[in-house]
């Protein structure tokens, strides 16, 4: 993998002032981030910050009974890490591979020296920072208040946000622990949409056919979040 050429492809990276980015690109690894990779653990430290490319790292809350759900995505438009450098260093949830693919790492030190430069990328991570939680805040909405159906539709167009191209490599029974119910749930609501031609599904593979009509059947929760990323980093999610 080429630095010089496949950093931009993460688009907070393509997004750095180019004095940061400066400082940062002898220190960029190309990483390998395979389907079910944990990159970081409830309470553990990190020692580097991730920058998917073309993969998606899912952001899981696990409970006593080992069930989990998922709390938000991060893809090329972001980073895993952001409580290395918004000073609480660990967090209560778990960072996995979701989706197959490649990334940067950056080491943690590195991250907090530049933020502590308390310039440009300061803002600009505390702007993705604040993105990433309306995610949050609006996937517990979703959850809470909105059919399987609307759920599926939003993570759909969430993740197809973050990659490129049109297809996902994901089972139903990953999608069901990512959303918190039952695989018998997923099965049934993949099939409607398969019904109404806006998927095909098929030995783990998603092929979305309708993009339009997935907008079009999700809930108001998939348009809040792109449009705060929009807001607050313009060109992130734009399609």
């Not at 580097?48 to 790292?57: E, L, R, S």
């Not at 809040?224 to 313009?234: H, I, T």
């Amino acid at each position: 993998m080429t630095i010089s050429l496949d950093y931009k492809k993460n688009r907070l990276l393509a997004a750095l002032p180019d004095n940061a980015l400066q400082r940062w690109l002898p220190e960029l690894e190309p990483v390998d981030l395979p389907l079910g990779k944990i990159l970081s653990e409830p309470g553990a430290i990190m020692s580097h910050v991730y920058f998917p490319t073309t993969a998606i790292v899912s952001l899981l809350y696990l409970l006593e009974n080992g069930a989990s759900a998922e709390i938000a995505i991060v893809g090329n438009e972001g980073v895993v890490g952001v409580s290395l450098f918004m000073g609480g260093e660990t967090t209560p949830s778990r960072a996995v591979v979701q989706s197959a693919g490649f990334g940067f790492r950056l080491a943690a030190h590195t991250m907090k020296e530049e933020f502590n430069r308390a310039g440009p990328t300061l803002h600009l991570l505390l702007r993705y920072t604040q993105a990433l939680i309306t995610q949050m805040a609006q996937t517990a909405v979703c959850n809470r208040h909105h059919s399987l159906d609307q759920q599926l539709c939003r993570w759909l167009l969430l993740s197809l946000d973050r990659l490129e191209g049109n297809a996902l490599v994901m089972t139903q029974e990953l999608i069901a622990n990512m959303l918190g119910v039952r695989r018998e749930g997923v099965t049934e609501a993949a099939l409607k949409l398969q019904q109404a031609g806006l998927i095909r599904y098929a030995r783990g593979h998603i092929t979305v056919l309708n993009r339009e009509g997935l907008e079009k059947r999700t809930c108001e929760c998939y348009n809040v979040v792109k449009n705060e990323y929009n807001r607050l980093l313009p060109g992130t999610l734009e399609i």
